[in-house]
């Protein structure tokens, strides 16, 4: 009887590494698959997006938004156009406004910023749902510590490779003003490929407090 339980115990363990086995290795091939059409696809032409982002500042008790075109050139150049805002002046000014300007000067020749193997280490976590989807849940482990890596979590279709959701927390804030930046960003196909359709930030911001800010593109909430 020992020898027949020990039999299916090692049976057990043999097909389970096996099972194991071929799941990293179809996430290894997922992986690569999305590092390479992610280096493919840089340089794309420029789109024309509409776009929402709430903000707001909960210590101050203080609330604000606004909506309009987010336009993309074929070089990268972002450039934000058509604006209504809402709500509290202070989120206009001390949050909104910065937060465009920021992203509307970015450098698009500068650092490379990317989820490549030259700025980060992946380990394959296991399997997660999205939305009815199979996701292959990556560890992200920068290799550098800059400004716009994050610690945190890369999801891939299982299928087609494409990104589903990224988040994680900074490892460099991009200023002594700010700190504690933590992301979420969900995607959606779009054509060939799949492009950001949600982004939560959450920071920490000197003499104001915690920010909280959701930015959605093409298919804003309908309570804006």
Do not use: C
Request: aromatic share 10%.
């Amino acid at each position: 009887m020992r020898i027949l339980v020990l039999f299916l115990v090692v049976t057990l363990l043999d097909a389970a590494a096996g099972w194991s086995s071929g799941k990293d290795d179809a996430a290894r091939e997922v992986l690569d698959r999305y590092l390479g059409s992610a280096r493919e696809s840089r340089g794309i032409d420029g789109e024309a997006r509409q776009f929402v982002i709430d903000a707001s500042l909960p210590r101050m008790h203080k609330q604000g938004g606004v909506r309009g075109l987010k336009l993309i050139s074929g070089a990268g150049r972002v450039v934000f156009t058509e604006l209504h805002f809402v709500g509290d002046d202070v989120i206009k000014r001390a949050v909104l406004a910065r937060f465009l300007s920021a992203e509307a000067n970015a450098d698009p020749a500068g650092e490379d910023l990317g989820v490549t193997r030259r700025n980060y280490r992946f380990h394959y976590k296991g399997n997660a749902d999205y939305n009815g989807r199979t996701a292959f849940v990556f560890r992200t482990v920068p290799t550098r510590r800059l400004a716009g890596l994050f610690r945190g979590e890369l999801w891939l279709d299982a299928e087609t490779a494409r990104p589903l959701r990224e988040w994680g927390q900074f490892v460099k804030s991009p200023s002594v003003f700010l700190s504690d930046i933590y992301f979420v960003r969900d995607y959606v196909p779009d054509g060939p490929e799949s492009s950001p359709r949600r982004t939560i930030l959450k920071l920490r911001v000197a003499f104001a407090g915690p920010v909280e800010l959701t930015m959605w593109l093409d298919e804003p909430p309908a309570a804006f």
